[in-house]
């Protein structure tokens, strides 16, 4: 069964960090690009990072650049996204999906699997 399971969220105050991990089963994230979106309440998902299949090239949104960072371990079929100096707008669920193309983008229609997301709250 092809699964990606997010993990990490949860409650921060602002200016804290958390670690996402987008564990995927039943399939190797080798030869994928993953990208991890959010979806704060009443607003559309957007696109927050990617990276390419080899780790080799990473992308992240104006919003996002300078305080978060993907990275993947291909060896354990993981990838991650650390958020730091985070701040109230970051509140959103935050889902990883995997794109069979091996460079990325930020097109949804282009990720093949989706995980279930994980909740984060920045709050004081």
């Known amino acids: 069964q092809v699964q990606l399971v997010e993990s990490g969220g949860g409650l921060v105050q602002p200016g804290g960090s958390l670690r996402l991990s987008c564990a995927a089963s039943?399939?190797?994230?080798?030869?994928?690009?993953i990208g991890w979106f959010r979806q704060a309440p009443g607003k559309e998902r957007e696109g927050v990072s990617y990276?390419?299949?080899?780790?080799?090239?990473?992308y992240y949104a104006d919003s996002v650049q300078g305080r978060f960072t993907i990275s993947r371990d291909n060896g354990k079929n993981m990838v991650y996204l650390q958020m730091n100096n985070l701040k109230p707008e970051d509140t959103a669920v935050y889902y990883c999906?995997?794109?069979?193309?091996?460079?990325?983008?930020?097109?949804?229609?282009?990720?093949?699997?989706w995980g279930q997301g994980t909740q984060v709250t920045v709050s004081s």
């Open positions: 999906a995997a794109n069979p193309q091996s460079w990325g983008t930020w097109i949804e229609g282009d990720y093949r699997y």
């Open positions: 039943g399939f190797t994230l080798d030869y994928y690009s």
């Open positions: 990276i390419s299949s080899s780790g080799s090239s990473t």
